[in-house]
């Protein structure tokens, strides 16, 4: 793959905190590790040992101690640290390393001005609304729901919510009705709290009616909490309780309910775009363990750092990012338009803040590249020591922007995961070179392999991305799927005993990782598989191109099928021939004759998950036949409009193929 773009400094094992665990191997366990990939294959081999050593090395504060690491290995029905009882959020408010007059919590925003919680506020604001859900009846096993952005009482509500063994799920404020009464339903939350708007740029978006019609299609609600967060001098809806109230002050000392290792923590959602979402329960002590070991080992996060990643509450990644605390880290929210006034707004928001560590997509980062932004030309971004971007597969241009635009000491960390895992299982590690277009590993305790179509792994060949042994934050299940079914036939069905994830992926022989895109959106062109990222990273390279979504129609003969292109252009652009021939002239050049579609077409808007997902599975159904409604559940799609094109485009190929040739 491609140019080494960063190297670990000399010193990087007496300053990084993977550097300070290998020392502490040596010391308390006897281990020496040459490199990495040691370590590694350790981590993935010997579990019990890996993971036991983290929950020391971190020291996790447990109320009874756990009588082993792991039952029996095999998946799915793995049990971790079997008779532990601890508390997620206890864990998190520790902040080890961190004073009273410390600031932990650092939030800006587009709605008000930016708000600071030092750790000692942290903890007071903690306790007052964990007190108050107490006053509301919430005792362990009950849900909390939130309908409000990244802002700091929504991080509280999670970890009052978390103290109390009760059951915490957000959905972000721009979900319409329909997408969160699918995702709630299922869990019949108790209390709901909920803003009344928010600012968008310079657009205020009022909410209260989506409130609304969330409480009426909730039966199981007793309390409503509102938090007024547009219009500050706002009352909370009817019968329902101000955020001030919820959190008023009380002599009630703050304690932590301790729950088993694998008690419900948070439900987080797939993105619902065929059929429901499915609820997937993350517990308290998976998630700790895994996202102790990624934000420390792997991200080298500590109380000197400031770490922001640009997310809403809709996203796994904001479940991430405010673990970070249990490390000492410091969390920078966001919450608005990354794009207002222009793409530079974050880049500036990570000087102001001192950020040290920033988080985003790889989607942004093109989307800055195209811009022809030069991030360091407009902050100072001297505090900045790694960038991560995930969400989509990064290309090697990506990489090389970031180097040549924002600076060439950090480290830049593509990675991948999911919601099913609540993190990265390939991304960076401190001790590994960075190479354009490559995720540098298999991050520690992730056995990831590449399986080929008839099962077997491979290295250096495409291959279904699977995980052979189990993570700790696997989830412990979905919600309502007692017998584990669906469960089973989400991940297991495929291998049995093994993850399948999704994904397509190369593994090569230094362990680097490219994802080419979904195993289910695959491009399969005369028995070749073709990965739509890298296909998206040449249209959308060219300067005419703004988005694209490519689907490939298989042939019932077995031939080649077709490929079909769907692109959208630039402001006041029409596809013409010309810019078609451009096309494929830099598809084959780039990639290859088998990359060239059979037709190109324009349309306004690529249809994308509420996280910013491209659709290629829905719009090959429509493209099939499916009907809209059963292709793709709308509330899941944040411009469900745009699927309208693909369903017309559908119609009328139907009725050409239906029309008789002249003879």
């Not at 107490?134 to 009052?160: F, M, Q, S």
């Not at 499915?278 to 991200?299: D, F, N, S």
């Not at 390939?426 to 099962?455: F, N, Q, Y």
């Not at 579609?597 to 998950?609: F, G, K, S």
Request: aromatic content about 8%; charged content about 20%; some cysteine.
């Amino acid at each position: 793959m491609g140019d080494v773009l960063w190297t670990p400094p000399a010193d990087v094992l007496q300053r990084s905190r993977i550097g300070n665990y290998l020392r502490w191997l040596r010391e308390h366990r006897g281990l020496d590790f040459a490199d990495y990939d040691e370590l590694w294959r350790w981590s993935v081999n010997d579990l019990a040992a890996f993971w036991r050593s983290v929950w020391d090395h971190f020291e996790v504060v447990a109320h009874t101690p756990p009588t082993a690491t792991l039952t029996d290995p095999a998946m799915p029905g793995t049990r971790w640290f079997p008779g532990a009882t601890l508390n997620y959020a206890e864990n998190v408010l520790r902040m080890p390393g961190r004073s009273d007059d410390d600031p932990v919590v650092i939030a800006h925003g587009q709605t008000r001005a930016p708000v600071t919680l030092t750790a000692a506020q942290l903890r007071e604001q903690v306790r007052r609304v964990a007190a108050g859900l107490r006053r509301l009846g919430v005792v362990a096993g009950d849900r909390v729901a939130a309908y409000a952005p990244n802002i700091p009482e929504t991080y509280v509500l999670l970890l009052a919510t978390s103290s109390l063994g009760a059951i915490f799920s957000s959905c972000a404020p721009e979900f319409g009705t329909r997408s969160v009464t699918d995702r709630w339903q299922q869990i019949e939350p108790k209390v709901l709290v909920a803003v009344d708007g928010y600012r968008y740029g310079d657009k205020p978006v009022d909410r209260r009616g989506e409130v609304a019609a969330i409480r009426a299609a909730l039966p199981s609600l007793e309390h409503t909490v509102g938090i007024a967060y547009l219009d500050p001098a706002g009352a909370p809806p009817d019968g329902a309780l101000g955020w001030d109230e919820l959190a008023a002050a009380t002599d009630e000392a703050l304690t932590f309910t301790p729950v088993p290792f694998d008690h419900p923590l948070y439900v987080l959602y797939s993105s619902g775009t065929t059929g429901l979402p499915k609820p997937i329960v993350h517990g308290h002590g998976g998630i700790l363990l895994e996202h102790l070991k990624m934000l420390a080992l792997h991200h080298d996060l500590g109380p000197a750092d400031r770490f922001f990643w640009f997310t809403t509450t809709g996203w796994m990644m904001w479940n991430f990012l405010v673990s970070a605390p249990a490390v000492g880290a410091t969390i920078v929210l966001f919450d608005g338009n990354p794009g207002h006034p222009d793409l530079g707004a974050l880049w500036r928001l990570a000087e102001e803040t001192q950020t040290t560590y920033f988080g985003t997509s790889a989607p942004f980062l093109l989307a800055c590249r195209k811009a022809g932004l030069v991030p360091r030309e407009i902050a100072d971004l001297s505090a900045l020591r790694g960038v991560g971007s995930t969400g989509a597969p990064l290309p090697a241009e990506g990489f090389t922007w970031v180097y040549e635009t924002v600076g060439e000491r950090l480290q830049l960390q593509s990675l991948s995961g999911g919601t099913d895992v609540c993190t990265g299982f390939v991304g960076g590690v401190p001790l590994l070179p960075v190479h354009a277009g490559e995720i540098t590993c298999r991050a520690l305790g992730a056995r990831v392999e590449a399986r080929s179509a008839d099962g077997t792994p491979v290295i250096g060949e495409l291959g279904e991305l699977v995980i052979t042994a189990p993570m700790p934050s696997m989830p412990v299940g979905f919600w309502n799927d007692p017998d584990g079914r669906r469960y089973r036939e989400a991940y297991f069905e495929v291998y049995p005993g093994v993850w399948r994830h999704g994904d397509w992926i190369t593994i090569n022989d230094r362990g680097g990782c490219v994802i080419t895109g979904r195993s289910d959106a695959t491009l399969n062109r005369g028995g070749v598989r073709l990965g739509t990222a890298e296909f998206y990273s040449v249209v959308e390279g060219l300067d005419e191109v703004v988005d694209s979504v490519v689907v490939h129609l298989e042939d019932d003969e077995g031939g080649a099928g077709e490929l079909l292109l769907f692109v959208v252009l630039a402001e006041g652009l029409e596809l013409d021939d010309a810019l078609r021939r451009k096309i494929c002239r830099e598809l084959r050049t780039a990639l290859s004759p088998r990359h060239v579609p059979d037709e190109i077409h324009q349309v306004r808007a690529v249809p994308r998950t509420l996280s910013a997902k491209k659709l290629e599975v829905p719009v090959k159904k429509i493209l099939t036949g499916t009907p809209v409604d059963s292709a793709a559940a709308k509330g899941a799609l944040a411009n469900p409009e745009s699927l309208t094109a693909f369903a017309t485009f559908a119609q009328r190929r139907a009725s050409d193929h239906d029309t008789p040739t002249p003879a």
